[in-house]
């Protein structure tokens, strides 16, 4: 378990806040300069992948070098262990895929100002010769104040060389690939543009414009198939933003922007009263719709098309004497077509007068709620009715796979011919499980009944590093989907640490306590009387020796003062200490600790803690008992610079 965990001694384990098919994110907190860092970790069953951690290092170490108020910064990359890390800034807020599915359909001003963060930010990167290779909703981060973050910059082509990109990590990403990623080709700035132009797409209408059973079957798509127009979705969809999806993802590269920063410039004005309902946007040449391929080609496979051009693509060169003869048959035949289309539209106006005279005729609408899919398409073909949109959409009643209703609902005239839509359900709705490890029960528990959760319960363990009353696990895990009202939702919660017995704490010097209050989290009071045991060593105990007791409880103690009372005298003592300038890499001051003994204090804590820059005079009044010694140590950042011993005034 990683919670708690303290790596390179200074990024402390808080929580887990996400994970992927190359690493797992954990929310820590950084001691050294006391801040919240996300760290990233390289999933152990990849270790011994060392192609991977070359890249995953060296990518990294590249993204340390992008500055941007819209990139996630890299702070550190390292090892230990066998652990390989990155610590990133971490960014309150949630992931642009849950943000479009919580918020959408968002208005246009801010999908636009969304798209200008994420741009600028790719722009920027381009200009250091930076690749994302993977721009995703999932891998932009927007928090609470508007304000994205693109993160995992150059990290993605680590994937590239490993066999994890053969499973979830490519379906994940596929969704957003460029065609010449799809045919295994080299990824490019173009590229980034393209899956940027689909980000865009998702960010208006709410869905990826490619969707399939497999990744192969979505890469094709991206291949073959022109990207769907969201203004046939939402008519209300400005020409300009449509234009600035076509555009940037042509399947051609060199017909897309041929820059990150040519896209923001067109963003930066896609919105003026001007710009809003400019011409259509086509580009010649571009029909993918025409393109046959079954499978993906290799990368091998791809260089020798590029080289080597498909047949229906090379035009066949014609003698003379052919282009002569064609000549004179296509001016017949365009004669023939002249006096065909004549023809044909004089019928076409006959047959309209015709029919308008007819009144038509209405029919009734048939029930097909509850039917499947397909028997409702088929009743509603048979009574002379077209299939309109079919929409999928949630319901608590309708069981998945059937009709809710359509649209004009059953029971209403309509004439025949007329498009129906048919309402589908996908069942009730289910929610991704969030990772509530860290996180207070009762809190969670009143969470949980809003959302529609009905079971709740818990099992409670000692834990030594989890605070009481904090769940350490839970089911179902975490991204599990499910129906709130049906699923039964069992927490491993914390009762803090286990109790402990009390030691016979007789015959404990002063300083004795202070170690074994502070090795078992307690608190020793303590109260001192005559008696003839030596003075400061314990007599008497509350609780008794054995009582078992919790962390965080209270002891009382009575410590001998000894028969007769010795005279105690101060002692000042003057410390000269240098300040070094290289002790601390660099570090402008120097940390100085001050521990003495003697007879009112301890060496447990220090007694004096202070940051110099100079060379610093410290006086130090020692109380020291008849016929003993005090004694000192100080350190300065974490070594002893001086100690010693300060003898009784004679």
């Given at each position: 378990?990683?919670?708690?965990?303290?790596?390179?001694?200074?990024y402390?384990?808080?929580?887990?806040?996400?994970?992927?098919?190359?690493?797992?994110?954990?929310?820590?907190?950084?001691?050294?300069?006391?801040?919240?860092?996300?760290?990233?970790?390289?999933?152990?069953?990849?270790?011994?992948?060392?192609?991977?951690?070359?890249?995953?290092?060296?990518?990294?170490?590249?993204?340390?070098?992008?500055?941007?108020?819209?990139?996630?910064?890299?702070?550190?990359?390292?090892?230990?262990?066998?652990?390989?890390?990155?610590?990133?800034?971490?960014?309150?807020?949630?992931?642009?895929?849950?943000y479009?599915?919580?918020?959408?359909?968002?208005?246009?001003?801010?999908?636009?100002?969304?798209?200008?963060q994420?741009?600028?930010a790719?722009?920027?990167?381009?200009?250091?010769?930076?690749?994302?290779?993977?721009?995703?909703?999932?891998?932009?981060?927007?928090?609470?104040?508007?304000?994205?973050?693109?993160?995992?910059?150059?990290?993605?082509?680590?994937?590239?060389?490993?066999?994890?990109?053969?499973?979830?990590?490519?379906?994940?990403?596929?969704?957003?690939?460029?065609?010449?990623?799809?045919?295994?080709?080299?990824?490019?700035?173009?590229?980034?543009?393209?899956?940027?132009?689909?980000?865009?797409?998702?960010?208006?209408?709410?869905?990826?414009?490619?969707?399939?059973?497999?990744?192969?079957?979505?890469?094709?798509?991206?291949?073959?198939?022109?990207?769907?127009?969201?203004?046939?979705?939402?008519?209300?969809?400005?020409?300009?933003?449509?234009?600035?999806?076509?555009?940037?993802?042509?399947?051609?590269?060199?017909?897309?922007y041929?820059?990150?920063?040519?896209m923001?410039?067109?963003?930066?004005?896609?919105?003026?009263?001007?710009?809003?309902?400019?011409?259509?946007?086509?580009?010649?040449?571009?029909?993918?719709?025409?393109?046959?391929?079954?499978?993906?080609p290799?990368?091998?496979?791809?260089?020798?098309?590029?080289?080597?051009?498909?047949?229906?693509?090379?035009?066949?060169?014609?003698?003379?004497?052919?282009k002569?003869?064609?000549?004179?048959?296509?001016?017949?035949k365009?004669?023939?077509?002249i006096?065909?289309?004549?023809?044909?539209?004089?019928?076409?106006?006959?047959?309209?007068?015709?029919?308008?005279?007819?009144?038509?005729?209405?029919?009734?609408?048939?029930?097909?709620?509850?039917?499947?899919?397909?028997?409702?398409?088929?009743?509603?073909?048979?009574?002379?009715?077209?299939?309109?949109?079919?929409?999928?959409?949630?319901?608590?009643k309708?069981?998945?796979?059937?009709?809710?209703?359509?649209?004009?609902?059953?029971?209403?005239?309509?004439?025949?011919?007329?498009s129906?839509?048919?309402?589908?359900?996908?069942?009730?709705?289910?929610?991704?499980?969030?990772?509530?490890?860290?996180?207070?029960?009762?809190?969670?528990?009143?969470?949980?009944?809003?959302?529609?959760?009905?079971?709740?319960?818990?099992?409670?363990?000692?834990?030594?590093?989890?605070?009481?009353?904090?769940?350490?696990?839970?089911?179902?895990?975490?991204?599990?989907?499910?129906?709130?009202?049906?699923?039964?939702?069992?927490?491993?919660?914390?009762?803090?640490?286990?109790?402990?017995?009390?030691?016979?704490?007789?015959?404990?010097?002063?300083?004795?306590?202070?170690?074994?209050?502070?090795?078992?989290?307690?608190?020793?009071?303590?109260?001192?009387?005559?008696?003839?045991?030596?003075?400061?060593?314990?007599?008497?105990?509350?609780?008794?020796?054995?009582?078992?007791?919790?962390?965080?409880?209270t002891?009382?103690?009575?410590?001998?003062?000894?028969?007769?009372?010795?005279?105690?005298?101060?002692?000042?003592?003057?410390?000269?200490?240098?300040?070094?300038?290289?002790?601390?890499?660099?570090?402008?001051?120097?940390?100085?600790?001050?521990?003495?003994?003697?007879?009112?204090?301890?060496?447990?804590?220090?007694?004096?803690?202070?940051?110099?820059?100079?060379?610093?005079?410290?006086?130090?009044?020692f109380?020291?008992?008849?016929?003993?010694?005090?004694?000192?140590?100080?350190?300065?950042?974490?070594?002893?610079?001086?100690?010693?011993?300060?003898?009784?005034?004679?």
């Open positions: 378990m990683m919670i708690g965990k303290r790596i390179n001694d200074r402390k384990i808080i929580s887990p806040i996400g994970g992927g098919g190359m690493a797992n994110v954990f929310l820590a907190h950084d001691i050294i300069l006391d801040r919240d860092v996300a760290v990233k970790i390289l999933r152990i069953d990849l270790a011994d992948e060392s192609n991977l951690i070359r890249r995953f290092q060296r990518e990294a170490q590249s993204a340390t070098s992008l500055v941007h108020p819209n990139i996630v910064s890299v702070y550190d990359v390292g090892e230990e262990n066998d652990l390989h890390y990155i610590v990133m800034e971490y960014v309150e807020g949630m992931d642009l895929k849950q479009i599915h919580e918020h959408h359909p968002i208005s246009f001003e801010k999908a636009v100002d969304i798209m200008k994420i741009v600028s790719v722009s920027a990167a381009h200009s250091y010769h930076i690749i994302h290779r993977d721009l995703k909703p999932q891998n932009i981060l927007i928090n609470p104040q508007g304000v994205v973050k693109i993160t995992d910059f150059g990290i993605a082509m680590a994937l590239s060389e490993t066999s994890i990109t053969q499973t979830n990590s490519l379906l994940g990403s596929v969704h957003y690939l460029s065609p010449e990623q799809a045919r295994g080709g080299m990824a490019t700035q173009k590229s980034d543009i393209y899956s940027l132009g689909i980000v865009f797409y998702e960010l208006l209408t709410g869905n990826v414009p490619y969707d399939g059973e497999s990744a192969v079957s979505i890469a094709i798509k991206h291949l073959q198939a022109n990207v769907p127009s969201v203004r046939e979705q939402n008519p209300g969809i400005p020409q300009s933003l449509e234009n600035i999806i076509t555009r940037a993802t042509a399947k051609d590269p060199f017909k897309r041929q820059s990150a920063s040519e923001e410039r067109d963003l930066d004005t896609c919105l003026q009263r001007d710009r809003l309902n400019e011409e259509k946007y086509m580009i010649d040449g571009d029909d993918g719709d025409t393109k046959t391929i079954p499978v993906l290799t990368k091998n496979a791809m260089r020798d098309l590029e080289s080597n051009p498909q047949p229906e693509a090379i035009k066949k060169e014609e003698p003379p004497k052919e002569n003869k064609k000549k004179k048959k296509s001016k017949k365009k004669v023939f077509w006096v065909f289309s004549v023809i044909l539209l004089a019928a076409a106006i006959i047959l309209a007068l015709w029919f308008l005279g007819k009144p038509p005729k209405e029919i009734e609408i048939p029930d097909v709620a509850l039917k499947s899919e397909e028997k409702a398409v088929s009743t509603l073909q048979k009574e002379g009715f077209n299939i309109g949109k079919t929409i999928k959409t949630n319901s608590d309708v069981d998945e796979g059937k009709v809710i209703k359509t649209d004009p609902e059953a029971g209403e005239m309509a004439e025949k011919g007329t129906i839509n048919i309402y589908v359900s996908i069942g009730s709705k289910k929610i991704s499980v969030e990772d509530f490890s860290g996180r207070s029960y009762d809190e969670t528990k009143k969470l949980l009944k809003e959302q529609g959760f009905k079971s709740i319960s818990k099992k409670e363990e000692y834990n030594d590093s989890i605070d009481k009353g904090m769940i350490i696990s839970q089911e179902p895990s975490p991204g599990s989907e499910v129906v709130a009202k049906d699923t039964d939702v069992v927490f491993v919660v914390s009762k803090g640490v286990a109790p402990f017995k009390l030691n016979d704490l007789t015959g404990y010097s002063k300083r004795g306590l202070d170690d074994y209050a502070a090795s078992n989290g307690i608190t020793i009071k303590t109260t001192e009387e005559n008696a003839n045991a030596a003075k400061g060593q314990v007599i008497k105990q509350t609780p008794a020796a054995g009582t078992e007791i919790n962390k965080g409880s002891v009382n103690v009575v410590i001998s003062a000894g028969p007769k009372e010795k005279e105690v005298k101060t002692v000042k003592k003057s410390f000269n200490i240098k300040y070094d300038p290289e002790a601390q890499d660099g570090e402008k001051s120097n940390r100085v600790q001050i521990y003495i003994e003697d007879n009112d204090h301890g060496m447990t804590n220090a007694y004096k803690e202070m940051n110099i820059t100079k060379d610093t005079t410290v006086t130090i009044p109380e020291i008992e008849e016929g003993k010694q005090a004694g000192y140590k100080i350190t300065r950042d974490n070594t002893v610079i001086d100690e010693g011993t300060v003898d009784y005034p004679r």
